[in-house]
């Protein structure tokens, strides 16, 4: 049967862009199904994109010539890598954007997108054909059929957004919930829980006395996001810093019970990583202050966020904790802050490709899938706009693994975990961190991505130039070798082991820099400044990398032992009844994804190896 589309995806915001123009990339005719256009690209709370952890996720979405790290780039009004004095493995890219041209960008970008269609409307049902989704109802009747459908509706299912003791429902401050979408998907059956997030009052930037306050700057040599990205665009401007004090977190106090969250209202678990200033006041109130970030929304307004002090009380208590902040004595609140309540989809229910397994032809991503920020919600979009593009047009699953990408550790984590709060990316979640790093996300994702057939032309060839660059500059440097004596005798105290030692084995040693080489042997002068920053840190952790080709080696052995998709959990004998049913909702790909659910046990899953082999 011919469809009007190959792939449908509902919803412009983050996973949303990333997951109708992944689909597009591949070939497949995609159509977009949101609210209206102008939603698409929207920053529901902090305008910012990347951190710890995060910033590696936008690199690799980049790597996959994804969009949000070159919107970032061109939105970006203070660019900050974190971790700056750590090692570059957890160092994190972080950008503050200008929330109206992040927008503006991302609509340029769906616009000019080959094979997109923008259809602007409310997602209320969807078609079937038997137990398979092959499209959308629209709220006003009109029907768009597709091989596949991706659902990125973020905060919006059955939304409900609460200050102090007033609730009411909402999809985010301005948008009406998806009430009929939830009731549709209540009757597919999937486990859905209930999650809560919350953000500060906006204020008014005129009202505020900046005079006194703390001045952050943005990084003199700013870490762009994309791999293709040269230089900032926008004109880059300074935060500024207070704290709350002791009369803010009196005021407080005296009115927790006024506060959304801790009157009852709210049933939601809200994000550990990102609490509301009345979670900070109560959790750790042995502190009498705690740091506000004063953010410039953009360059065009006088917007600022607050960030740091998150709520959900009353406005006239909001009015008063903020006016006893250093510097907003006198600050006008442009836009309260809420809490917001939403279902989410236990994500156990998905596979790798994050399809939902019951139902064919769906596919969910973003913070549907219990996941909290722009960044967990693109690169879900990503790898969901790749699957269903890849379903439509017959071609193999695209999935990713915990040894090549931080979007496999999220994905794997998703599946086989499931979330019990706001799920957030962080390095440590990453057991390959040494391997995984923002600064080689695309040694490691590009070729995927070209094989798969999702990278453009200018990225392919910026990619190859690149790559062909490092080998020559690395094969140049691994063909000179030094013994110790020469070493010494040029002022460098090294082990007196004996060790010949190349070129690019030096990089690898604390007191050799590139500089250092190019005093040994001026030619290396010539190698590019980029070319040299890469080699340097693949360098330094080379040695470690090859430590941990084992646990990869193993890892990738585990996630080739298939488990059938039928396969029968509850029949298996020698099994406890708890770990049954776990597996039985996980319904897990492989033997690496069995053994990472919880309470598995090295006993367990030798059985469960050992039943796999004899089913087939
Ligand atoms: P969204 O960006 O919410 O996009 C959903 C899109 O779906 C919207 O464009 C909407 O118009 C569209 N849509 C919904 N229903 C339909 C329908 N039926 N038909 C058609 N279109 C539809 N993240 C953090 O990391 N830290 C925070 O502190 C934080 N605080 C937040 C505070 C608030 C109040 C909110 C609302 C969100 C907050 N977030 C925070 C979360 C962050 O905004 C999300 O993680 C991110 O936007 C998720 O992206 P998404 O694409 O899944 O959903």
Same mark, same amino acid.
């Not at 009406?176 to 979408?181: D, G, N, R």
């Not at 899938?369 to 969901?384: F, H």
């Not at 110790?484 to 105290?493: I, M, N, Q, R, Y």
């Given at each position: ?43 529901? *709370? ?10 590696? +996720? ?7 010539? /994804? ?46 997108? &080959? ?35 991706? +659902? ?48 500060? &009052? ?36 300074? *935060? ?33 990583? *990102?609490?509301?200033?009345? !979670? ?33 009380? &009353? ?12 510097? +907003? ?78 979007? /496999? ?32 996300? !695309? ?10 057939? *999702? ?13 062909? %660059? ?13 013994? &110790? ?30 500089? %250092? ?33 084992? !646990? ?65």
């Amino acid at each position: 049967m011919k469809h009007d589309f190959d792939v449908i995806v509902v919803g412009g915001g983050h996973a949303g862009a990333d997951a109708a123009h992944a689909a597009a990339r591949m070939g497949a005719r995609t159509a977009l199904v949101t609210l209206t256009f102008e939603s698409i690209g929207v920053m529901s *709370c902090n305008p910012a994109i990347g951190g710890l952890g995060k910033g590696h +996720l936008v690199r690799e979405i980049d790597a996959l010539d /994804g969009v949000m790290g070159r919107v970032a780039d061109k939105a970006g009004i203070q660019f900050r890598l974190l971790n700056r004095r750590k090692g570059p493995a957890v160092q994190g890219p972080r950008a503050q954007a200008d929330r109206k041209i992040y927008r503006e960008e991302m609509q340029r970008e769906m616009r000019d997108c &080959p094979n997109l269609t923008i259809v602007e409307g409310e997602a209320a049902d969807f078609l079937m054909s038997g137990a398979e989704v092959r499209g959308v109802r629209l709220a006003d009747g009109s029907e768009i059929s597709a091989s596949a459908v991706v +659902l990125t509706t973020g905060t919006f299912l059955r939304g409900l957004i609460h200050i102090g003791q007033v609730s009411r429902p909402g999809g985010r401050m301005g948008d009406k919930p998806s009430v009929k979408l939830a009731e549709r998907i209540d009757q597919f059956g999937l486990p859905l829980g209930r999650l809560k997030t919350g953000t500060p &009052p906006r204020l008014d930037g005129t009202t505020i006395d900046w005079s006194d306050l703390e001045v952050q700057p943005g990084d003199d040599d700013p870490t762009l996001f994309s791999f293709l990205s040269s230089k900032v665009s926008a004109q880059q401007i300074s *935060c500024g810093i207070t704290h709350t004090n002791e009369q803010t977190h009196e005021i407080i106090e005296k009115n927790i019970g006024k506060s959304a969250m801790y009157s009852g209202r709210i049933e939601g678990v809200g994000p550990r990583y *990102c609490p509301s200033i009345e !979670d900070k006041i109560v959790r750790f109130a042995e502190k009498s202050s705690h740091q506000v970030f004063l953010e410039p929304e953009s360059l065009s307004d006088n917007v600022i966020y607050p960030n740091g002090i998150s709520t959900s009380l &009353p406005e006239d208590i909001q009015h008063d904790y903020v006016r006893s902040i250093k510097g +907003l004595e006198n600050v006008t609140i442009l836009q309260p802050g809420y809490a917001i309540e939403y279902d989410y989809v236990d994500s156990r229910a998905l596979d790798s490709r994050l399809a939902v397994r019951d139902v064919p032809g769906l596919f969910l991503a973003g913070q549907i899938n219990g996941t909290t920020g722009y960044e967990e919600a693109a690169a879900q979009g990503l790898v969901a706009g790749l699957n269903a593009a890849a379903v439509a047009l017959g071609r193999d699953p695209i999935t990713f693994s915990r040894s090549n990408s931080y979007i /496999g550790v999220m994905v794997d984590d998703l599946i086989t975990r499931g979330v019990s709060e706001p799920y957030r990316m962080f390095t440590s979640r990453a057991e390959f961190r040494l391997s995984l790093r923002a600064d080689n996300a !695309d040694q490691r994702l590009t070729p995927l991505g070209i094989e798969v057939g *999702c990278v453009g032309a200018e990225r392919k060839q910026a990619f190859e130039a690149k790559m062909s %660059a490092l080998a020559e500059a690395r094969q140049d440097m691994e063909s000179v070798v030094f013994t &110790p004596k020469e070493l010494v005798t040029a002022g460098h105290a090294v082990n007196q082991d004996g060790k010949r030692r190349n070129g690019y084995e030096l990089l690898a040693l604390q007191q050799f820099d590139f500089d %250092a080489l190019v005093a040994l042997r001026p030619e290396w002068g010539a190698i590019d400044e980029a070319s040299r920053d890469q080699l340097s840190k693949d360098a330094m952790y080379a040695n470690y990398i090859l430590r941990q080709e084992r !646990d990869v080696a193993v890892l990738k052995r585990d996630e080739q032992q298939r488990i059938p998709t039928d396969f029968d959990y509850m029949a298996m004998e020698g099994l406890s009844n708890e770990l049954k049913m776990k597996l039985n909702a996980a319904r897990p790909d492989n033997i690496g994804q069995a053994g990472r659910i919880d309470g598995m046990t090295p006993a367990a899953l030798t059985l469960l190896l050992a039943k796999v082999r004899q089913s087939r």
